[in-house]
């Protein structure tokens, strides 16, 4: 099946500072990658996804960039706050595994330092 | 709308035991999911469900069972409980939408303990 990995596994960044994570997929055929957003002892949210036919995509401070020839994309946090610390997680799906289900990665623990 | 709904909230197992985690949604999405989270490993697909009646495996089906008679409700199914089955379980819900499963909604989650 898919294959995603994510990296790094935790980000300390100062406040203020941009935060980037990146994944990288297996299977050159997938074509939609969300990235969620869990607050500790919460459920996972949506923040932004991106399909593959766009390059990058932003969403005020946040931005996701796909990169199809290399299999990776990342996501991108600028000016960064105290409540984005959470975990992270990439995910991808793909028509060869069934676009109907996502293949998460481990997941980026993201803390904002003051 | 409640959303998805998951019960129960936690739940201590002993070894053998049998137990179902409940779980409806009310945004008559097509698509629902069991998810399973442990430290450190991201979110895991046990089964997964593309509408009433139609159910199938993920990557860590084994221990588990699922069922889908009405588009609100995909209860899963611990049979003889183990200590590799504690875990975080989220149930999720998606609308298709023609190039894959778009937006995941997901429960509070269940955190299950087998002893």
């Known amino acids: 099946g898919e294959n995603v990995e994510q990296h790094p596994s935790t980000l300390s960044v100062q406040e203020g500072d941009s935060a980037v994570i990146k994944c990288t997929y297996s299977?050159?055929?997938?074509?939609?990658f969300p990235w969620y957003k869990q607050e500790l002892g919460k459920r996972p949210q949506l923040i932004i996804d991106?399909?593959?036919?766009?390059g990058e995509k932003k969403d005020q401070r946040i931005a996701v960039t796909l990169n199809k020839t290399a299999k990776h994309f990342s996501l991108h946090i600028t000016e960064t706050q105290p409540e984005d610390s959470a975990v992270y997680f990439c995910?991808?799906?793909?028509?060869?595994?069934?676009?109907?289900?996502?293949?998460f990665g481990t997941g980026t623990r993201l803390t904002i330092i003051p | 709308n409640a959303g998805v709904t998951q019960t129960p909230k936690f739940r201590i197992l002993k070894i053998g035991q049998s137990m179902t985690l409940q779980c409806t949604q009310d945004?008559?999405?097509?698509?629902m999911y069991w998810y399973r989270q442990d430290p450190g490993m991201g979110l895991k697909l046990i089964y997964y469900?593309?509408?009433?009646?139609?159910?199938d495996k993920g990557e860590v089906p084994n221990g588990y069972n699922v069922s889908r008679s009405t588009t609100e409700d995909f209860p899963l199914r611990l049979e003889l409980a183990a200590p590799s089955q504690t875990s975080v379980y989220f149930c999720?819900?998606?609308?298709?939408?023609?190039?894959?499963?778009?937006?995941?909604?997901f429960g509070e989650g269940s955190r299950l303990t087998v002893l």
């Open positions: 469900s593309v509408g009433a009646g139609i159910t």
């Open positions: 999720a819900s998606s609308y298709y939408e023609g190039q894959g499963t778009g937006e995941l909604f």
């Open positions: 299977d050159s055929a997938s074509n939609y």
């Open positions: 995910a991808a799906s793909s028509p060869n595994f069934g676009n109907e289900k996502l293949t």
């Open positions: 945004m008559n999405h097509n698509y």
């Open positions: 991106i399909r593959s036919n766009v």
